[in-house]
T-cell receptor, first 116, second 111 residues
Framework: EAQVTQNPRYLITVTGKKLTVTCSQN?????MSWYRQDPGLGLRQIYYSMNVEVTDKGDVPEGYKVSRKEKRNFPLILESPSPNQTSLYFC???????????????FGPGTRLLVL | DAKTTQPNSMESNEEEPVHLPCNHS???????IHWYRQLPSQGPEYVIHGLTSNVNNRMASLAIAEDRKSSTLILHRATLRDAAVYYCIQYSGAGSYQLTFGKGTKLSVIP
């Protein structure tokens, strides 16, 4: 089954304690991205990657890091989490090369993060 | 910023058709219209997309106006499972190639 998986699904942590949210896809997609979703603000892109070792900032990258060492994985790293990073996070993937305007984007189930 | 305009919320009775409107007045000739929906406590999922002509798939139909400045997502028979936030996205593929989500339309289905 084609899917994007995220772990953990729920996480409570404290300010300053480094954490990593993993994301993996089994569809051999080139493009992967991270979004955060906050009430009243909708989905905003944090970082994206067009292929292995190619990453770039989205609209709200401050306080986050990513890496893309393998095609299937795109972890989101919070080096020093703060309460304003409390949010619902979604990983997404889709094919990039070829008909990039029509390809479907697949989303993971979400990770709900609470930073105390 | 999202380039589309949608009503904040709509209601429908179960088993009746639903027409969800979207305005995209700044659309260019090569921009696609994509629709996604987000069920409660889930990630967004693809519904349908189109460029100029009307499109149908197993989930819905997409009617695009002749001037392409608006479109309508049609759910032919709403079920309780269709209660979700529906996002209309004008996609040009420029910049970060991201799909920019607006606030969407929250659809409530009444049994």
């Amino acid at each position: 089954e084609a899917q994007v998986t995220q772990n953990p699904r729920y996480l409570i942590t404290v300010t300053g304690k480094k954490l990593t949210v993993t994301c993996s896809q089994n569809m051999n997609h080139e493009y992967m991205s991270w979004y955060r979703q906050d009430p009243g603000l909708g989905l905003r892109q944090i970082y994206y990657s067009m292929n292995v070792e190619v990453t770039d900032k989205g609209d709200v990258p401050e306080g986050y890091k990513v890496s893309r060492k393998e095609k299937r994985n795109f972890p989101l790293i919070l080096e020093s989490p703060s309460p304003n990073q409390t949010s619902l996070y979604f990983c997404a993937s889709r094919p990039f090369f070829g008909q990039a305007l029509v390809e479907t984007q697949y989303f993971g189930p979400g990770t709900r993060l609470l930073v105390l | 910023d999202a380039k589309t305009t949608q009503p904040n919320s709509m209601e429908s009775n179960e088993e009746e058709p639903v027409h969800l409107p979207c305005n995209h007045s700044t659309i260019s000739g090569t921009d696609y219209i994509h629709w996604y929906r987000q069920l409660p406590s889930q990630g967004p999922e693809y519904v349908i997309h189109g460029l100029t002509s009307n499109v149908n798939n197993r989930m819905a139909s997409l009617a695009i106006a002749e001037d392409r400045k608006s479109s309508t997502l049609i759910l032919h028979r709403a079920t309780l499972r269709d209660a979700a936030v529906y996002y209309c996205i004008q996609y040009s593929g420029a910049g970060s190639y991201q799909l920019t989500f607006g606030k969407g339309t929250k659809l409530s289905v009444i049994p």
